[in-house]
């Protein structure tokens, strides 16, 4: 809950139909049964292509099974992504294309310079103009060009099939096919079709979530000052006091950097199985609308790749997932990904900086957005943007007006990952690994993976994988006490967000991100300084460092930008996940015999176990139920004033009867998450008796002071507020409070935020007194979830994805999986050949051209 805190050319199709039999397949439903009853449903998907020609430059086979799911069958590379760009454009076609005008640079020319992009990813919600600078500047061609250049030929064959499948899905509906769907867009002038390179720009894209794109405002408005000698001899006779950075203003980090977005993951060893196979759950916690929520989809090309998972809207390679023989995940790493370099300006000249006694100029690139106007006409807007050899230029003066680009300093940004063009290639290796040993050695060998961790499993393997292997810049000690500039020591100092980033100074080479000898990009840290653990009991991670992989096995003496080591209190996420993962490999939990199986995870892992209840609730009511009311005049989470007094008695009698859960049926848990999130305001040593232990980082911080009972008693007044402005009762049922909609239709939903210790994650942006806690906006929460193991012979994979397939609410897969998500009934999903055409939901469809 919240917490206040062309576009290619077209190619001719294969065959042509007549008018008349164009007019009439307009109208058809395709249907290949497979299996047992229900398997002579119909699915409709448009005007029906003929039947796939033999010199076809692309062609696929597209089972759909339950829940929508695409089995994707190919002859080869190209074939592959033209059924997934199809299938994608098929059920996400609006949010595509509006997309795919973010990463052109292109939203203002029909939306506008100054609406916000209309759903958050990992670049947030900018106004438009920034966000066409932004990508006009940092994803230039010349840029896209030298990622093509490194990429292998199957990818590219991969990429260009799924924009010719895309493109496929525009031409169709554009002609009027696929009556009644996409409704929201299809006949939108900005519906259009895209070329490999707008493909590998989206791709491209991705890679800059832990940096360029938290600051994406900063880099489109870095414009250089006029240049003025007397102007910079004045700035240079200043000493600027160190009070001028006391307000810095930080963009939220939209990865890692506020509640929800994240992830949960363990892989269980055989040693935790019991048999043997090992055990992978993966779980992010994601957006559930955008360009970045997640597309669940399986593509086959016998002899060469078969591989089920997810990738995220407008990106053909399966990102997280699992073959025959290998299943990983991934979970938001704590490692820095960036750096600032402090440029000290050429005199009278603030587009020059100098380097070991050197003018270097700038890199100037004049950039022009066209913008629609009032009248609906398009006028050009032009800003000329900068690049160094660190990276774009950015103008930090609306975070300080201290770090603003002035006539005598400059500020640039270097994103690890805007150098990394071996992201996808890795991907791409590991969709087709044969054995967990062969997907380690690729990680090791391409470190490429951009800013989030990795737990994999594999068939035959007994241990567990976990490794933070990725691009991380290479800093080292010396240079971050040599090379931190006076401004960059008060930004480590004071501002929490920044307190691993290298604010480096950029006049002087020996300040160089340095270069191991196993690194394979300059600045990077080479993969053998880099955490990794194997184990058969288990690995996890849930979003805190590398440090906990298994609590039986803290790992220490890496990087410090990899993130704190036993310096600070993991999560109650955390905290819950390993009391999870532990109990179930004990049997002391409410499962049954011990072992890690594939029902028993499933169970576990919904549960939706509140851990600070689990642990203060108790303690809490004794301190702050004393009485019908409390005294409290201000709300601690937002400052506004209510009170004087606040009624608490319906409060304290919900959480004493509330079962410590946030399941559908639970009643009461909104009130402990409002009086939660307030509580946790306090400083740890205000709040807990029992400090954190790093010999026990499980069980602590715990126990809460009795000196808090005053201000804990103002955390629940307010709560108890909160709840009676939102007309919910506070005996209110969990899945009355937390649901999506879909049609106007309330789907019950369960778990929570993670700051109350909820592994089981369902966060609302929304506020409990703007209409219960949605998650039908911009919420973030368990999104693509899998158990996978490999039992002989075959792959057992269990799945969701939370918020179904389709964006479209005309679609059949607008809610069916969300449905069964808050059921708990998870799928089974088809993995074999046998079990495709075995699924009583099958439906097939062949397209080529």
Not at 212 to 224: M, Q, V, W
Not at 666 to 693: C, I, K, M, Q
């Amino acid at each position: 809950m919240r917490q206040d805190n062309p576009r290619g050319r077209r190619r001719p199709l294969a065959l042509a139909f007549t008018a008349t039999a164009m007019a009439a397949a307009a109208t058809l439903l395709v249907a290949c049964g497979g299996g047992g009853g229900g398997g002579s449903g119909f699915f409709p998907i448009g005007p029906i292509s003929p039947p796939p020609a033999e010199n076809a430059t692309y062609k696929a086979e597209i089972r759909r099974t339950a829940m929508g799911v695409p089995h994707i069958k190919a002859d080869n590379w190209a074939g592959a992504g033209y059924g997934y760009g199809y299938a994608q454009a098929q059920d996400d076609l609006c949010t595509m294309a509006n997309s795919f005008l973010t990463y052109r640079g292109e939203r203002s020319r029909y939306f506008g310079a100054d609406a916000q992009i209309p759903f958050s990813s990992t670049i947030g919600r900018p106004k438009n103009i920034d966000s066409d600078f932004f990508h006009k500047h940092v994803i230039s061609d010349d840029v896209v060009a030298t990622m093509l250049k490194q990429q292998p030929d199957t990818l590219i064959k991969l990429v260009e099939g799924f924009a010719a499948g895309y493109n496929r899905y525009v031409r169709e509906i554009k002609a009027g096919g696929s009556a009644g769907a996409n409704a929201a867009c299809r006949n939108e002038a900005w519906v259009q079709p895209v070329t490999r390179e707008d493909i590998f720009r989206r791709m491209y894209a991705a890679n800059f979530a832990a940096g360029l794109s938290n600051f994406l405002p900063n880099i489109a408005g870095a414009t250089a000052p006029a240049a003025s000698v007397a102007m910079a001899r004045r700035e240079a006779a200043k000493s600027e006091p160190a009070t001028r950075l006391a307000a810095v203003r930080m963009p939220e980090l939209q990865v890692g950097g506020h509640e929800g977005v994240g992830s949960n993951m363990i892989g269980f060893g055989t040693g935790a199985t019991g048999g043997d196979s090992p055990l992978l759950f993966g779980n992010p916690h994601w957006y559930w609308r955008g360009p970045d929520r997640f597309y669940q989809a399986q593509l086959t090309i016998p002899g060469q790749v078969n591989i089920s998972g997810t990738s995220f809207l407008g990106i053909p390679v399966i990102l997280i997932g699992f073959n025959n023989d290998v299943a990983w995940s991934h979970t938001v790493s704590t490692a820095t990904r960036f750096g600032f370099f402090e440029l000290k300006l050429a005199s009278g000249d603030p587009t020059s900086y100098m380097r070991d006694g050197a003018a270097v100029k700038m890199k100037a690139a004049n950039i022009t957005v066209q913008v629609k106007q009032d009248g609906g006409g398009v006028v050009p807007v032009t800003r000329t943007l900068y690049k160094s050899e660190y990276g774009p230029l950015i103008n930090l003066g609306a975070l300080s007006p201290a770090l603003a680009w002035s006539q005598t300093t400059a500020y640039a940004i270097r994103d690890i990952n805007a150098d990394n063009f071996r992201l996808f290639r890795n991907w791409h290796r590991w969709n087709t690994a044969k054995s967990l040993d062969e997907f380690i050695a690729i990680q090791k060998e391409e470190v490429a993976i951009p800013w989030v961790n990795t737990v994999a499993v594999g068939r035959g393997a007994a241990k567990a994988w976990y490794a933070d292997i990725g691009a991380i810049p290479n800093v080292s000690p010396a240079q971050m006490t040599d090379c931190t500039t006076p401004t960059g020591q008060m930004l480590n100092a004071g501002v929490a967000s920044l307190a691993r980033v290298p604010v480096f100074d950029g006049s002087r080479s020996a300040c160089d991100w340095q270069t191991d000898a196993d690194s394979p990009q300059k600045g990077v840290i080479g993969a053998s300084r880099l955490p990794n653990l194997q184990r058969d009991d288990y690995v996890a991670n849930m979003n805190d460092s590398y440090w906990l992989a298994n609590p039986k096995a803290p790992m220490t003496g890496y990087p410090p930008i990899m993130g704190p080591a036993g310096t600070s209190p993991v999560s109650f996420r955390t905290r819950m996940g390993n009391l999870l993962a532990q109990g179930r490999i004990d049997g002391g939990d409410a499962y049954g015999a011990k072992g890690a199986t594939a029902d028993t995870v499933k169970r576990m892992v919904l549960n939706s176990r509140a851990l600070t209840a689990e642990l203060f609730k108790d303690q809490a009511l004794a301190m702050v139920c004393t009485g019908p009311t409390v005294s409290v005049s201000k709300d601690p989470a937002t400052g506004d004033a209510i009170g004087p007094t606040v009624d608490v008695s319906a409060a304290c009698a919900a959480l004493r009867a509330w079962d410590n859960t946030g399941t559908v049926a639970s009643r009461g848990a909104h009130v402990w998450d409002e009086f939660w999130n307030r509580a946790s305001l306090l400083p740890a040593a205000t709040l807990y008796d029992v400090p954190f232990d790093p010999a026990d980082p499980i069980h602590t911080p715990r126990d809460l002071k009795s000196s808090a009972a005053v201000a804990l008693r103002e955390a629940l007044g307010a709560a108890a507020a909160r709840v009676q402005a939102s007309g919910f009762a506070a005996d209110a049922k969990r899945g009355d409070v937390l649901f999506a909609t879909r049609s106007g239709e309330k789907i019950p939903l369960y778990g929570g935020c993670g700051g109350p210790g909820y592994f089981t994650i369902a966060c609302s942006e929304n506020r409990l007194d703007k209409g219960g806690y949605s998650m039908d906006n911009d919420p973030n929460g368990n999104s693509y979830m899998q158990i996978v193991r490999f039992p002989a012979g075959g792959v057992e994979a269990h799945t969701f994805l939370t918020f179904s397939l389709s964006d479209d609410p005309a679609s059949a897969h607008n809610a069916d999986y969300t449905r069964a998500y808050s059921a708990g009934q998870w799928l089974k999903v088809p993995f074999s050949e046998a079990e495709i055409q075995a699924d009583a939901a099958l439906k097939t469809s062949s397209i080529s051209e």
